[in-house]
Structures are given as structure tokens and as C-alpha cells.
């Protein structure tokens, strides 16, 4: 009889500890949706825009390397881009080295 007793202790207890386990990992889940809504998803968004900036280039616009030169783009391919800095001097960058339009009036 007490063997009996005993054993149905065991499994209250462990429903107990059941529940516990997921307490403890609560703080673990929220910290990985912390992670998620302040670092992951601001990255990827702004990492979204600049490849829709990236494929809306066309020729004309003036633009900033991530070098810092101003240029007007005459030429685009698929992964370079040709950019006159001067009056007949061009040089070609990757595509992805544009970081933004150059400011109105520079």
C-alpha cells in the first residue's frame, strides 16, 4: 500500500516539474523575440530597400559609391555599374557599391 502511495507521489510530482520546465524556458523565448522585432527584422527590411534602390538605378542618376565618389551613371549591367566622376572620365563599380543618390545641388 505504500508502495502505491509512493509511486502516485512520483507522477504528481512530475507534473509539477512539468511546468516548470516551461517557466524556464519562457524568458529564453522572449529574449529571442526581443532579438527578432529589434535586430532581425529592421535588417532585413533595410536590406529589402536597398536592393529595390539597387535595381530601380537607371542612367542619368547621380550617385554615391560606398568609396564616397559622386558620379552620374552612363552605363548599367546586371552586377556593374559605369559612372562619370569628371567631363570623359568613367570608371565601372559593382552595383552593389552604391549607397545612395547624391544630394540635390552638389
Known sequence: MIDLAYAMGNQAGQAGQG?????GL?????L?????FLLIRPQQKKAKE???FL??????????TSGGIYGKITGIT????TI?????IRIKVLKSAIVM????GE
Open 50 to 52: 536597398q536592393k529595390q
Open 32 to 36: 529571442i523575440v526581443v532579438f527578432y
Open 26 to 30: 519562457l524568458p529564453l523565448v522572449l
Open 78 to 81: 546586371d552586377n556593374t555599374v
Open 84 to 88: 562619370e566622376i569628371a567631363e570623359k
Open 19 to 23: 511546468g516548470q520546465q516551461w517557466m
Open 101 to 104: 543618390l547624391a544630394p540635390k
Open 55 to 64: 535595381e530601380n538605378l537607371k542612367k542619368g542618376d547621380e550617385v554615391v
